[in-house]
């Protein structure tokens, strides 16, 4: 799977479009504790499959490679952890941002 380090994302968005199954989004609110001006975007776990598709598309390497999210006891497809409250992004329909 990929995870996202929070304080090295600044909320560019470059990786949502690289990703397939739609699981990277814009968190819809910042954590009060973020120094950055832009939200974060997060991997939603329960979707992603890890295929590595998005892998590159960071520019800043806050995306990277992992086995498994830290707080999973097993595979997070099987029990995934609560879904984090994201912004809707347009990818497949008129207009959308589909596949890089
Ligand atoms: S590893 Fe694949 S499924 Fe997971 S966020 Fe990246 S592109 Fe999406
Ligand atoms: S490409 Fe990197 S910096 Fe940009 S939103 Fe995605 S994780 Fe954050």
Do not use: Y
Not at 19 to 33: K, N, Q, R, T, Y
Not at 60 to 72: D, G, K
Not at 82 to 91: F, G, Q, S
């Amino acid at each position: 799977m990929v995870a996202i380090i929070e304080s090295d994302c600044t909320g560019c968005d470059l990786c949502i479009s690289h990703c397939p199954f739609e699981a990277l989004l814009p968190l819809l609110v910042s954590p009060p504790e973020r120094t950055k001006a832009k939200r974060p975007v997060v991997v939603v776990e329960e979707q992603c499959v890890g295929c590595l598709s998005c892998i590159g598309s960071c520019p800043t390497q806050a995306l990277h490679e992992i086995q498994a999210p830290p707080s999973a006891i097993t595979s997070p497809l099987l029990h995934p952890p609560k879904r984090p409250v994201t912004e809707k992004v347009n990818r497949w329909k008129k207009g959308g941002l589909r596949w890089a």
